[in-house]
């Protein structure tokens, strides 16, 4: 646990808002000189606080322009059905997210494709027949808020 003050969790809304601010930048919005607003933000890296700045990309402007939220229930569980379907399952480019969760379901995947036919070809050719697959429900993304 690490002791924040005003000022970082003023940087770390900054960083969160847009992960590119440069530490000048940072330091404007924070009233910060940039060597004192690096020197912040490096201690909230190391301290693990800031585990990256991640790059979001427009997947509609690179021609993914269906998504889909799947549940995955596991036909056989343990903990070497679960390791095996999790290592199967990233190794799929369309899943951009896999959580393990509790409920119905055993997985929560979010799926892109660029159209409803190549989901359905990504259902049935990748993910139907990853290893220990048992029931799975679809819901295609409508809109997002």
Same mark, same amino acid.
């Given at each position: 646990?690490?002791?924040?003050?005003?000022?970082?969790?003023?940087?770390?809304?900054?960083?969160?808002?847009?992960? =590119?601010?440069?530490? *000048? !930048?940072? +330091?404007?919005?924070?009233?910060?000189?940039?060597?004192? &607003?690096?020197?912040? %933000?490096?201690?909230?890296?190391?301290?693990?606080?800031?585990?990256?700045?991640?790059?979001?990309?427009?997947?509609?402007?690179?021609?993914?322009?269906?998504?889909?939220?799947? =549940?995955?229930?596991? *036909? !056989?569980? +343990?903990?070497?059905?679960?390791?095996?379907?999790?290592? &199967?399952?990233?190794? %799929?480019?369309?899943?951009?997210?896999?959580?393990?969760?509790?409920?119905?379901?055993?997985?929560?995947?979010?799926?892109?494709?660029?159209?409803?036919?190549?989901?359905?070809?990504?259902?049935?050719?990748?993910?139907?027949?990853?290893?220990?697959?048992?029931?799975?429900?679809?819901?295609?993304?409508?809109?997002?808020?």
């Amino acid at each position: 646990m690490i002791d924040l003050d005003d000022t970082d969790r003023a940087i770390l809304q900054a960083l969160q808002r847009d992960g =590119g601010l440069s530490a *000048a !930048a940072v +330091g404007a919005l924070v009233g910060l000189s940039q060597p004192a &607003a690096w020197r912040r %933000i490096k201690r909230l890296e190391k301290a693990g606080v800031i585990l990256g700045r991640d790059i979001v990309l427009d997947r509609e402007k690179l021609g993914f322009d269906v998504v889909v939220y799947l =549940g995955v229930k596991l *036909a !056989a569980k +343990g903990r070497v059905g679960l390791e095996d379907f999790e290592r &199967a399952v990233c190794a %799929i480019p369309e899943v951009q997210v896999v959580q393990h969760v509790l409920g119905v379901y055993d997985y929560r995947l979010k799926v892109v494709a660029r159209d409803l036919s190549d989901f359905e070809r990504i259902l049935r050719r990748r993910i139907m027949t990853l290893p220990g697959v048992g029931d799975v429900e679809s819901n295609v993304l409508l809109s997002e808020g």
